[in-house]
């Protein structure tokens, strides 16, 4: 499966910003989907996924502000961000692995990943 992120750029602390991953060669549906990020001079880290069942996981920085959602027509994984901040400026990566149950939020888990796409928050 190829995976093609989008949707950063630039918003202001407080606003909202939803990243699309879309993917080709392959259906989603079979895969579990993470969203991860890599601030400068610090390692990737996931902060949410959504498994075949739509089961979710958000990492506790993350929890509440942000809502993953898939859309298993258009092949794609949506991340919804709101009330963003500035220690949330990365580049943000989308991942997928193919697993029966649950999402894993560790990097090492995922096998397929598509390019990143930044978000910076600033005023």
């Known amino acids: 499966v190829q995976l093609q992120a989008s949707g950063g750029g630039l918003v202001q602390p407080g606003n909202s910003l939803t990243l699309s991953c879309v993917a080709s060669?392959?259906?989603?549906?079979?895969?579990?989907v993470g969203w991860f990020r890599q601030a400068p001079g610090k390692e990737r880290e996931g902060i949410s996924c959504i498994s075949r069942g739509v089961v979710t996981n958000y990492a506790d920085s993350v929890q509440g502000r942000f809502t993953i959602s898939r859309d298993n027509v258009k092949n794609t994984v949506h991340l919804q961000m709101s009330s963003l901040k500035p220690e949330d400026t990365a580049i943000y990566y989308c991942?997928?692995?193919?697993?029966?149950?649950?999402?894993?939020?560790?990097?090492?888990?995922?096998?397929?990943w598509g390019q990143g796409t930044l978000v910076t928050v600033s005023s």
């Open positions: 060669g392959s259906s989603l549906e079979i895969y579990a």
């Open positions: 991942g997928a692995v193919r697993r029966h149950y649950g999402c894993p939020l560790g990097p090492e888990m995922y096998d397929n």
